[in-house]
């Protein structure tokens, strides 16, 4: 997930990249499912979990950071795994002043202007779990947009409005959810002095389910290892590795 940043009224930040290759769910940006990866025994496969683009600051040029991708076996993908961010121009008070971003389900804007892309579910854990939301954007407006445009579900981080706040909130952590876009107080004549803090991006996962019975065990990076059915499943919220 990038991170956000402030330029009068900052955008948010999109969301991480998805792929997906479990039971046959898409993976982001409306893409099929992926290849499912088979391991070779005897081989080690590192995994790496991206963290989150750094939040930007005030009119910050250039503008926060991007996500690092997430990878096992191979390196990850860059594109075609999210939809696209929206473009809101002010109208004036009690409005947002810019766009969300994109998450991996929907475009940013879909509920509602400003809001982050809604996140892709997956049940590869045994359970249905959204992530990769898209940030919120930012603006101007009354005590009614104190925590409004929301980020989008799957940890998106939510943008401020002035006069509320002007630090939005980060993406949550292995999501890859986008930060939330930030307002300078008084925009356009902000105070000597006065900056913004759009929210950091969230860092990555990666999951990896197999059948139990070809589980090796042998793991580094403390993944969580849980079971479901007749499969081991290894949660990766930090880099590590596993071998067959």
């Not at 004549?189 to 929210?199: K, L």
């Amino acid at each position: 997930g990038g991170g956000s940043y402030d330029h009068a009224v900052g955008g948010g930040g999109g969301a991480g990249g998805y792929r997906n290759s479990f039971l046959a769910e898409t993976s982001g940006g409306g893409g099929s499912t992926e290849t499912p990866f088979t391991p070779v025994e005897g081989t080690t496969y590192t995994v790496t979990v991206g963290a989150g683009g750094a939040a930007g600051i005030g009119q910050s040029d250039p503008p926060a950071g991007n996500g690092v991708a997430s990878s096992i076996a191979g390196p990850g993908l860059t594109t075609n795994q999210g939809f696209a961010g929206a473009t809101v121009t002010s109208a004036g008070p009690n409005t947002v002043g810019s766009g969300g971003g994109g998450g991996a389900a929907e475009d940013a804007g879909t509920d509602y202007p400003g809001k982050g892309g809604d996140g892709l579910a997956s049940s590869i854990t045994g359970s249905a779990v959204t992530r990769g939301g898209g940030g919120g954007g930012s603006g101007q407006g009354s005590p009614v947009l104190a925590d409004f445009p929301n980020g989008g579900s799957g940890g998106g981080g939510s943008g401020r409005a002035y006069p509320n706040d002007n630090t939005a909130f980060s993406g949550t952590g292995n999501t890859g959810g986008g930060g939330g876009g930030a307002c300078v107080i008084a925009w356009p004549n902000p105070p000597a002095g006065q900056t913004s803090v759009g929210g950091a991006g969230g860092s990555g996962v990666v999951v990896l389910r197999l059948p139990t019975a070809i589980y090796s065990g042998t793991t580094s990076g403390s993944p969580t290892v849980s079971t479901n059915g007749l499969d081991t499943i290894l949660l990766f919220n930090g880099s590590g590795s596993y071998t067959h």
